[in-house]
């Protein structure tokens, strides 16, 4: 299984686009307290998630118990990384993989990233900024693991309770 972790997210909307990539593409969402939002229907709504129903997550109060209950591969997103997010091998379906994103403002904590260095990692980008968004960030990574496991369980074509897989074919 796929998995997303935020280290505690401080932008609502950030996790919202992230809640729907997490159900547009059955990946879990972890989230790490403290959260720069509350998780409840007023503020999420805000945030633009109307998915939350078909939302698989869970909430830890910290990195500690997050660890304690999620055992798989750990890949760390920092742009102090010195690997691009490409360089690791995520095909073998059947293992649990988590991405591991930080707060937007500061990112992971240096004590968290120094203990598997092996797996920080980073989005090439030119010096003219110091960082993509952490929804873009999470979608981006997200779509690379799917796109090494041929997009396991996804649709390829627009499914009938939409406008269809023949929608540019038919004339109306």
Excluded: W
């Excluded at 959260?35 to 709504?45: M, R, T």
């Excluded at 698989?56 to 055992?71: G, R």
């Amino acid at each position: 299984m796929l998995h997303v972790v935020l280290y505690e997210p401080e932008i609502p909307t950030n996790t919202g686009n992230i809640m729907r990539t997490c159900v547009a593409t059955n990946t879990k969402l972890h989230l790490i307290k403290p959260l720069g939002f509350q998780l409840d229907d007023a503020h999420l709504k805000r945030a633009g998630v109307n998915y939350i129903d078909k939302l698989n997550y869970q909430v830890y109060e910290n990195f500690a118990e997050f660890k304690a209950k999620n055992q798989g591969d750990y890949y760390y997103f920092t742009r102090y990384g010195h690997k691009p997010h490409t360089s690791f091998d995520y095909s073998d379906s059947e293992k649990e993989i988590y991405l591991i994103f930080g707060k937007e403002s500061t990112g992971i904590p240096k004590e968290i990233l120094k203990t598997d260095l092996e797996h920080c990692m980073r989005i090439p980008m030119t010096a003219g900024t110091r960082a993509l968004n952490l929804s873009n960030c999470v979608a981006i990574c997200v779509y690379e693991v799917l796109r090494q496991q041929d997009f396991r369980d996804l649709l390829r074509e627009e499914p009938s309770i939409y406008k269809g897989n023949d929608f540019l074919e038919r004339d109306e």
